[in-house]
């Protein structure tokens, strides 16, 4: 077995190997480090290509048989043979994969080649490199793999390899934490056998390709977060009365509204919860129903097919919207909660959106009032003006309201959830004169895309809630002791341990793991202490770092902890402190690490900012002084 390292500097020889690149992958020819988690991605063994292809300098898929193979001479010098992973025939295969070592990642790519023509110019070629990519998705990952060369020490052995005794050789390609791509999830694998002017009328073999992981690390099982009500029904427009026809092509009309296009004349649906409104000050109407407009789109309101989503057109400003009426009915508001507005909002780039606008919100009031935006309740609007602002795709917005305003409104009114656009862009010509090429005109409409509709008040879990119940108690215990003894497995400090020593960055591990919620210490490693905190805070005792009781770790619990350095440390609450008897550095510590507490979900710890106070320096100084003179009496 021949292992070809690349290490960080360059120029630099070592026996065989030789340091070639700023990365540290690792090839292996003819032999193999064990692999975990191993996917085919082609075998080629029901006699197809499974989804891969070869490029035209590459001459082409052929298959006889078991393997695959170049169909005609390599015309150039970078043929590929390649495979999005979402058009592969084999099952098991994933769209996408990350490169990484962590659970659920790939570190290593393997293949069989087989040169059954490799031309003189090429054996003579020290220089001569395969290459191999993924592509699509996160930044250029390209590793080479050298194929002309029995150590592979590039430009130094030139005495050709084994491939020219038309046999396999397998190739295994690991990945490093410094390599481009590391963490990324891509669509594309690509391998280029050989890559060279030199390769022109090469013929080769490839088989038996997979993906891999360098290491056997297990995830421990992930607490799902239960899902929270959506306060809007219907919001993603899934649930449809009466579509006809059933299967209709491109989109439904939905009832109610004013659209007539020619294409989808006769299509029509009812969208469940939810109501068409609109305004039409210049008599637009009539027009596209039966006028001089007729079979126009200027006024299309749809639900697509595929979609999925509600499309709203618009032109010389004609208003077209949908609005779901009374959405708080019967429901009980938290008003110390903070509820998300959330929707998807795309644009079709390709119209006329210079003098068209659009808005959302939720409002109070009934008839007109409803979907007036002056009604909407604070924070909850959205109203846009430029264009330029809005993606072509549907992107997720999120506007936050307060509970106390959701409350407030309820109190006040009916609740409702509206959304609408209007053009002002004028029709040439109408009434009266318009122009054939004017009825329907991508140049004159606007049109918009909404889906996904929601307003949920986010699960907010107390810390060390790590089964994520909504309280802590002894079943959080449990599972923290369950799973820092391995949980049947290897213990929590060797999986930690094992990934951090391939590379990976602490924090990472922990996510990878489904670990990040049990480190209440924060110092990115969960361990006894963990647990001993989770059972400290089950039996009652404060939040650490929570030095005022208040349930969050903030810049309040900093100035607890300043008045009080190097008082007893019985005037902070039992559990927020470090147990060394004062108020020191290390409570400081506790406080800086677990800033951010109670984390709302998605939203961890570690992300929050941590102020830095600019006293901390010397108060420190002051600590260290005064514990220094104790120790001097």
């Not at 570190?107 to 054996?123: E, K, S, W, Y």
């Not at 810390?463 to 449990?478: C, E, H, I, P, Y």
């Amino acid at each position: 077995m021949i292992e070809l390292r690349r290490l960080l500097v360059p120029g630099v020889f070592f026996g065989i190997l030789a340091i070639s690149s700023v990365d540290a992958s690792t090839t292996t020819l003819d032999g193999s480090p064990t692999l975990f988690e191993v996917i085919n991605i082609g075998d080629f063994n029901d006699g197809t290509a499974q989804g891969w292809t070869i490029n035209p300098l590459g001459g082409g898929v052929f298959l006889p048989g078991t393997e695959l193979q170049n169909n005609d001479p390599v015309s150039g010098g970078d043929p590929t043979v390649s495979l999005n992973l979402n058009n592969s025939t084999l099952p098991g295969v994933p769209s996408t994969v990350t490169l990484g070592s962590l659970p659920g990642q790939y570190d290593i790519v393997q293949f069989r080649l087989r040169f059954d023509t490799l031309p003189a110019a090429a054996i003579a070629n020290t220089a001569v490199a395969g290459d191999q990519f993924f592509l699509t998705g996160g930044p250029n990952a390209r590793e080479p793999f050298y194929v002309n060369n029995g150590t592979g020490i590039q430009g130094v052995d030139t005495v050709p390899e084994l491939q020219t005794d038309g046999a396999y050789h397998t190739y295994t390609i690991q990945r490093a934490p410094t390599d481009a791509g590391w963490g990324s999830s891509y669509s594309v694998v690509r391998i280029d056998p050989i890559n060279t002017s030199d390769a022109v009328g090469t013929l080769f073999s490839i088989d038996d390709v997979k993906l891999a992981r360098s290491n056997d690390v297990q995830a421990f099982p992930a607490f799902v977060e239960p899902v929270p009500p959506n306060l809007i029904a219907n919001g993603g427009f899934d649930a449809l009365t009466d579509p006809t026809p059933p299967t209709a092509t491109g989109a439904w009309n939905i009832n109610g509204s004013n659209g007539n296009f020619t294409l989808f004349q006769g299509q029509t649906v009812t969208v469940d919860n939810w109501g068409v409104h609109f305004d039409d000050p210049n008599n637009l109407v009539p027009a596209v129903n039966g006028g001089e407009l007729n079979g126009s789109f200027y006024l299309d309101t749809h639900r697509r097919v595929a979609g999925g989503d509600v499309t709203l057109n618009s032109a010389m400003g004609y208003l077209n919207g949908l609005v779901q009426e009374n959405i708080l009915s019967g429901v009980t508001i938290d008003p110390a909660a903070t509820y998300e507005f959330s929707f998807d909002l795309g644009q079709n780039a390709g119209t006329n959106q210079s003098q068209a606008s659009f808005q959302i919100g939720l409002t109070v009031g009934t008839g007109a009032d409803a979907t007036n935006p002056a009604n909407a309740i604070a924070g909850s609007l959205l109203d846009v003006t430029d264009f330029s602002t809005v993606p072509n795709a549907k992107t997720t917005n999120t506007l936050m309201v307060s509970g106390a305003d959701l409350l407030a409104a309820q109190s006040s009114g009916q609740v409702n959830v509206f959304f609408q656009t209007r053009n002002l862009a004028a029709i040439p010509g109408f009434p009266g004169s318009v122009a054939s090429g004017d009825v329907s005109s991508t140049a004159i409409v606007s049109q918009v895309m909404i889906d996904n509709l929601s307003l949920i008040s986010p699960n907010v879990f107390p810390a060390g809630d790590v089964n994520k119940d909504g309280v802590v108690d002894q079943a959080d215990v449990d599972v923290a002791q369950l799973y820092l003894d391995g949980d049947g497995g290897a213990t929590a400090a060797v999986r930690q341990n094992t990934l951090t020593a391939a590379g990976n960055a602490a924090a990472a591990v922990l996510a990878g793991l489904n670990l990040t919620d049990f480190d209440l210490t924060g110092n990115d490693f969960f361990d006894a202490a963990d647990v001993a905190a989770i059972a400290a805070l089950a039996n009652g005792a404060g939040l650490p770092g929570d030095f005022n009781s208040d349930g969050f770790v903030n810049a309040a619990d900093y100035t607890v902890w300043r008045d009080n350095l190097n008082a007893p440390e019985s005037v902070l609450p039992p559990g927020t402190g470090d147990n060394s008897g004062s108020v020191d550095p290390g409570d400081y510590t506790i406080w800086k690490n677990n800033f951010g507490s109670p984390a709302v979900s998605g939203l961890s710890a570690s992300t929050a900012a941590v102020p830095e106070p600019a006293t901390v320096g010397m108060l420190l100084l002051a600590c260290a002084a005064a514990a220094v003179a104790r120790r001097v009496r």
